[in-house]
């Protein structure tokens, strides 16, 4: 891949299916290549996940009556871009409740951080992170501007048939979400669908609520902000939660919890030591930094200590399919200019690009 290459973006509106209908015809090859590239992984992965594609369907059914009673308008997207992709519908709710499925099998790591307006040159509140997912879906990623009726537009990130949920909307709420690991897990409402919901929120104390459904599944860190300088860690698993706020004008978060609450969920903790390397890396570099514009963030997102499970993180070839890993995207939301820098693979390699938000 041409490492000066922009991202793919596409232009979608209307009701939540007809969004999915445009979604999947738009990018009909991005989800056709992952719906095979996952069906592959479980058999790579049988001896792991114990599981075959058609056990995972039968899995999925299981979450859908939750998604279908909470946010029947997502699950409306997924049907629509089922329909325009040619992928089963059955096939894009493996690939949107995987996380559960596979009990958190993928050990993957994303970083994400925020500075307010008081830490930055312009007056303006920037928001950053690295999306670390699995190499394959790398080809397979792009960004959606989408005018959904009755709800906010958003700009946000997404690859294959995977719903949208890190972005922003045209009031300034933005949302990135780190994987974390609760040992409560449940079958309920898959977490891509419950962060999903957070682009459509107008004010931030709503963003939060959107998280925290009653018959949730699981959760992320999701990192919320808005154009106001609020910084919230929403840290959430299926039946606790708990909120880090960014004080000192930052936060950062990685894939481990950080409040004393919710260390007590937290399943294998000891295979989350680069988590811990991460997050302490970055924090170092937001406060060795007075003033942070995008450029600085961009040099933080760049960093390569502890290689190749750095922020910037690099494909390691020896590692366990389920934990190979490398940064498929990386992006910096400015939520004053409602603009998104968008680097596409490892930002050590290629160029950010810029994309507005057109309210």
């Given at each position: 891949?041409?490492?000066?290459?922009?991202?793919?973006?596409?232009?979608?509106?209307?009701?939540?299916?007809?969004?999915?209908?445009?979604?999947?015809?738009?990018?009909?090859?991005?989800?056709?290549?992952?719906?095979?590239?996952?069906?592959?992984?479980?058999?790579?992965?049988?001896?792991?996940?114990?599981?075959t594609w058609d056990e995972a369907i039968l899995q999925a059914r299981k979450y859908y009556p939750f998604a279908e009673e909470l946010v029947p308008q997502y699950i409306a997207e997924v049907?629509?871009?089922?329909?325009?992709?040619?992928?089963?519908?059955?096939?894009?709710?493996?690939?949107?409740?995987?996380?559960?499925?596979?009990?958190?099998?993928?050990?993957?790591?994303?970083?994400?951080?925020?500075?307010?307006?008081?830490?930055?040159?312009?007056?303006?509140?920037?928001?950053?992170?690295?999306?670390?997912?699995?190499?394959?879906?790398?080809?397979?990623?792009?960004?959606?501007?989408?005018?959904?009726?009755?709800?906010?537009?958003?700009?946000?990130?997404?690859?294959?048939?995977?719903?949208?949920?890190?972005?922003?909307?045209e009031h300034g709420i933005a949302q990135c979400c780190d994987s974390v690991y609760p040992d409560d897990a449940r079958v309920g409402v898959p977490r891509v669908f419950v962060s999903r919901?957070?682009?459509?929120?107008?004010?931030?104390?709503?963003?939060?609520?959107?998280?925290?459904?009653?018959?949730?599944?699981a959760g992320y860190n999701h990192l919320i902000a808005n154009r106001h300088g609020e910084l919230y860690n929403i840290e959430v698993s299926a039946r606790r939660f708990d909120t880090l706020?960014?004080?000192?004008?930052?936060?950062?978060?990685?894939?481990?919890?950080?409040?004393?609450?919710?260390?007590?969920?937290?399943?294998?903790?000891?295979?989350?030591?680069?988590?811990?390397?991460?997050?302490?890396?970055?924090?170092?570099?937001?406060?060795?930094?007075?003033?942070?514009?995008?450029?600085?963030?961009?040099?933080?997102?760049?960093?390569?200590?502890?290689?190749?499970?750095?922020?910037?993180?690099?494909?390691?070839?020896?590692?366990?399919?389920?934990?190979?890993?490398?940064?498929?995207?990386?992006?910096?939301?400015?939520?004053?200019?409602?603009?998104?820098?968008?680097?596409?693979?490892?930002?050590?390699?290629?160029?950010?690009?810029?994309?507005?938000?057109?309210?």
């Amino acid at each position: 891949m041409d490492t000066s290459t922009k991202l793919k973006i596409i232009y979608v509106q209307g009701t939540h299916r007809e969004i999915g209908q445009q979604i999947g015809e738009m990018c009909r090859e991005e989800i056709q290549r992952m719906q095979e590239v996952y069906r592959k992984g479980f058999e790579i992965a049988y001896d792991e996940l114990q599981l075959t594609w058609d056990e995972a369907i039968l899995q999925a059914r299981k979450y859908y009556p939750f998604a279908e009673e909470l946010v029947p308008q997502y699950i409306a997207e997924v049907e629509g871009i089922a329909e325009a992709s040619g992928v089963d519908f059955e096939d894009l709710m493996v690939i949107n409740c995987m996380e559960a499925i596979a009990s958190d099998a993928l050990h993957l790591g994303c970083t994400s951080l925020a500075v307010s307006a008081e830490r930055c040159a312009d007056g303006h509140v920037l928001v950053g992170h690295n999306e670390d997912w699995l190499p394959d879906d790398e080809e397979n990623t792009y960004l959606i501007h989408a005018r959904p009726t009755g709800e906010p537009t958003f700009l946000a990130i997404t690859y294959g048939g995977l719903l949208p949920n890190i972005g922003f909307n045209e009031h300034g709420i933005a949302q990135c979400c780190d994987s974390v690991y609760p040992d409560d897990a449940r079958v309920g409402v898959p977490r891509v669908f419950v962060s999903r919901a957070v682009l459509a929120a107008s004010r931030i104390a709503d963003a939060i609520r959107c998280v925290l459904p009653r018959r949730r599944a699981a959760g992320y860190n999701h990192l919320i902000a808005n154009r106001h300088g609020e910084l919230y860690n929403i840290e959430v698993s299926a039946r606790r939660f708990d909120t880090l706020y960014g004080m000192s004008g930052y936060l950062a978060h990685t894939n481990h919890y950080l409040t004393s609450r919710m260390r007590k969920v937290e399943d294998r903790n000891e295979d989350l030591i680069g988590s811990r390397v991460r997050l302490n890396r970055a924090l170092r570099l937001l406060r060795r930094t007075s003033v942070h514009t995008p450029d600085t963030l961009k040099e933080i997102l760049r960093d390569h200590v502890d290689h190749p499970n750095s922020i910037c993180a690099h494909v390691e070839p020896e590692d366990n399919p389920l934990d190979r890993q490398k940064t498929i995207a990386s992006m910096i939301m400015d939520l004053t200019a409602l603009e998104m820098h968008v680097c596409w693979g490892n930002p050590c390699e290629g160029q950010y690009h810029t994309y507005q938000l057109e309210a």
